[in-house]
């Protein structure tokens, strides 16, 4: 599967964004499923997982990870041109926690060895 490649951050190290299509091609080509079948099978997928989400529920993928909503309260924050304090209202986050076989596969990554010979 191909990506595309943009400079990121100060650091300068390159980062690759995976898209829906380039998913849907990849379903495409591991299961066998038509084009249009691996596209709607994928977006069936993430439909369920957002639903889940915008639910509250906790989504688990066994071996990657869990996404959650966590609830924010209101908080005083502060312009930092100015430094005027300015309420932050109440607000939900969608929280992403990686499994410990994902943390361990991207720090064995090209990237991970690229900074442990750095």
Known sequence: MRSTSSRSGSQGM???TITRAQLSEAVYQEVGLSRNESADLLEMVLGEMSQALVRGETVKISSFGSFSVREKGQRIGR???TGEEVPIL????LV?????LLKARVNEG???RQ???G
């Open 96 to 100: 992403f926690r990686p499994s410990q």
């Open 14 to 16: 390159s980062s690759r």
């Open 90 to 93: 109440p607000r939900r986050v």
């Open 115 to 117: 900074l442990e010979n």
């Open 79 to 81: 312009n930092p041109k």
């Open 110 to 112: 090209p990237v991970g």
